[in-house]
């Protein structure tokens, strides 16, 4: 059974950078396509990243290009979203999100399409 867990979330300031780790045990991430959420009570869902099994492909938000990188290293059993700029309103909690898709080299930023989750991660941004 896979078991996703999200680490790194915390308080930073406005402008800093953050990088998030989502460890992997029980199953190999190596076919499988991986996606960041994130949610703040009375908001809905937020789809931030994702990355392809390969690392190939990646997508992200219009809220977070260019200031948010996605990555993996599946000898790790490890995906790493790396948050730079930081804005308050990327405070959220973080999930890690694993899914299996219809073909290889393809991620999607669809919480209903997730077939495993974290936990989640606190993330703050704020002076």
């Known amino acids: 059974q896979l078991q996703l867990v999200e680490s790194g979330g915390g308080l930073v300031q406005p402008g800093g950078s953050l990088r998030l780790s989502c460890a992997a045990s029980?199953?190999?991430?190596?076919?499988?396509?991986i996606a960041w959420f994130r949610q703040t009570p009375g908001k809905e869902r937020e789809g931030v990243s994702c990355?392809?099994?390969?690392?190939?492909?990646?997508n992200f938000a219009d809220s977070v290009k260019g200031r948010f990188a996605i990555s993996r290293d599946n000898a790790k059993n490890t995906v790493y979203l790396e948050m730079n700029n930081l804005k308050p309103e990327d405070t959220a909690n973080y999930y890690c999100?694993?899914?299996?898709?219809?073909?290889?080299?393809?991620?999607?930023?669809?919480?209903?399409?997730?077939?495993?989750w974290g936990k989640g991660t606190l993330v703050t941004v704020s002076s």
């Open positions: 999100a694993a899914h299996t898709p219809r073909f290889l080299g393809v991620c999607m930023l669809d919480a209903n399409a997730m077939n495993y």
């Open positions: 990355i392809s099994n390969s690392g190939g492909i990646t």
């Open positions: 029980g199953f190999s991430l190596r076919y499988l396509s």
